[in-house]
T-cell receptor
Framework: KAGVTQTPRYLIKTRGQQVTLSCSPISGHRSVSWYQQTPGQGLQFLFEYFSETQRNKGNFPGRFSGRQFSNSRSEMNVSTLELGDSALYLC?????????????FGNGTRLTVT | AQSVTQLDSQVPVFEEAPVELRCNYSSSVSVYLFWYVQYPNQGLQLLLKYLSGSTLVKGINGFEAEFNKSQTSFHLRKPSVHISDTAEYFCAVSGANTGNQFYFGTGTSLTVIP
């Protein structure tokens, strides 16, 4: 079974631009979560989608948004990029919306904002 | 609210020596505990999980962890490490009614010295 696929692996953008990251979950998984990983802040929860509905949201500004499609694939968008948005963005999927269901992570998208 | 503390940011250890990576959590509700490993330029891979039952949990690659409710700890151990165990290790907690929002520690960088 294929794992979680994130595209692209690397992105370089300029301040003020916007970016869209894509995530394809493991087949059959209906929940997709997004995390931001930085050396200073570690792993921080962005949001989680289940059956095309946002179920949970972390403490990030409105510039960060996401969506999930009917095939469970998900995208996240960051508008008006800032230097501090440079990070590894990780997508994770799980079969359902349950707190005891382990997350399965993709290899991430490395975003660099210049 | 939940939080996770990984007491050691860096742990150097000689090859074939035992290692313990410490993790403490705080939570006001029932918790589920996880250890993940991250190799360079990759996402997080599940090592083991505690959901319920026996407090000693065995995972992949010879790792094990013990859930101690009274000390709110979930330390990771391996009796004999290999060079290939060099990686970043993250402890994570989720709890009742949080859906798939996991709270991660800041990570412990394990370096195995030949």
């Amino acid at each position: 079974k294929a794992g979680v696929t994130q595209t692209p692996r690397y992105l370089i953008k300029t301040r003020g631009q916007q970016v869209t990251l894509s995530c394809s979950p493991i087949s059959g998984h209906r929940s997709v979560s997004w995390y931001q990983q930085t050396p200073g802040q570690g792993l921080q929860f962005l949001f989680e989608y289940f059956s095309e509905t946002q179920r949970n949201k972390g403490n990030f500004p409105g510039r960060f948004s996401g969506r999930q499609f009917s095939n469970s694939r998900s995208e996240m968008n960051v508008s008006t990029l800032e230097l501090g948005d440079s990070a590894l963005y990780l997508c994770a999927s799980s079969p359902g919306w349950a707190e005891n269901s382990p997350l399965h992570f993709g290899n991430g998208t490395r975003l660099t904002v210049t | 609210a939940q939080s996770v503390t990984q007491l050691d940011s860096q742990v150097p250890v000689f090859e074939e020596a035992p290692v313990e990576l410490r993790c403490n959590y705080s939570s006001s509700v029932s918790v589920y505990l996880f250890w993940y490993v991250q190799y360079p330029n990759q996402g997080l891979q599940l090592l083991l999980k505690y959901l319920s039952g026996s407090t000693l949990v065995k995972g992949i690659n010879g790792f094990e962890a013990e859930f101690n409710k009274s000390q709110t700890s979930f330390h990771l151990r391996k009796p004999s490490v290999h060079i290939s165990d060099t990686a970043e290790y993250f402890c994570a907690v989720s709890g009742a009614n949080t859906g798939n929002q996991f709270y991660f520690g800041t990570g412990t960088s394990l370096t195995v010295i030949p």
